[in-house]
């Protein structure tokens, strides 16, 4: 455990040591309140809490967390330090666990400096704070699904940006699955089973509920699930890259 936390703060460091993660933070938090007050319309809603800000959140992540993951193994592979990293006492197992949790914390860091979002809905009126507490669990655990998918795909090659390009569309497809758009299209000819089990794959599905105040455990296992089966995938194809 104690590898585990030394790269952890390597890897969490190296974010504020280039502008990564002060960009990441500084657009994160300039498109939230954008799509809050304006896209979102949260005065015109005359209601007391934060759906406007979380109903966004599947879409900022689709492209945000792929920048951020795209350079976890990319930049190693590319810059040839994973021979360096896969010489050092620790496991792949426990450097691809590190370099997610670095990650994920940077995710965190900018969800908590949203919180004048929430001074501001209580200044406003009396809104649920359980319900908004909750909406930030779900939108954490989501951004960590996007997280693991997005290092996958960046452990598949040493270009970053083919890495964005694939994290992207991986993404989409968890994300749309649960879209009207979608269901409707399998509606016409598949049976209910079918499209219960198509949207059942759809982060929107999962995320809807809790950034509603709805903490069920199945969508606590789900998200738990996707990223648990995405850094093991990333995984195996660190391992096989190295026996090649």
């Known amino acids: 455990m104690s590898n585990i936390s030394i790269l952890f703060k390597r890897e969490f460091s190296s974010f504020f040591a280039t502008p990564v993660a002060y ?3 500084g657009i994160f938090l300039v498109l939230s ?20 800000f979380f109903n966004f959140h599947p879409w900022l992540y689709l492209f945000l967390v792929p920048a951020i993951a795209m350079r976890s193994w ?19 197992w426990q450097a691809m666990l590190a ?4 990650a994920w914390a940077v995710l965190g860091l900018s969800l908590l400096l949203t919180f004048p979002l929430w001074l501001t ?8 704070n359980g319900i908004i507490v909750a909406a930030y669990l779900g939108s954490w655990l989501m951004a960590g699904a996007f997280l693991s ?16 390009i694939l994290s992207v569309v991986v993404c989409f497809v968890f994300v749309v699955s649960g879209s009207n758009i979608v269901l409707d299209a399998f509606k016409s000819w598949a049976p209910s089973m079918v499209i ?49």
Not at 121 to 128: A, E, H, S
Not at 151 to 162: E, I
């Open 23 to 25: 960009v990441f933070i």
């Open 33 to 52: 309140g954008v799509f809050t007050f304006f896209v979102g319309g949260f005065y015109e809603r005359g209601q007391a809490d934060l759906l406007p």
């Open 74 to 92: 990319s930049e190693e592979r590319k810059s040839g330090t994973i021979e360096l990293l896969m010489t050092l006492p620790i496991s792949t």
């Open 99 to 102: 370099k997610h949790l670095a």
């Open 121 to 128: 809905v209580n200044y406003l009126g009396n809104p649920d």
């Open 149 to 164: 998918i997005g290092m996958c795909m960046s452990a598949l090659t040493k270009n970053q940006v083919v890495a964005f």
């Open 196 to 244: 219960d089990v198509v949207a059942s794959f759809s982060f929107l599905t999962h995320f809807e509920a809790m950034a509603k105040g709805v903490i069920a455990l199945d969508d606590l296992m789900y998200f738990l699930l996707v990223t648990t089966c995405w850094l093991f995938a990333g995984l195996v194809v660190i391992e096989q890259k190295k026996a090649d």
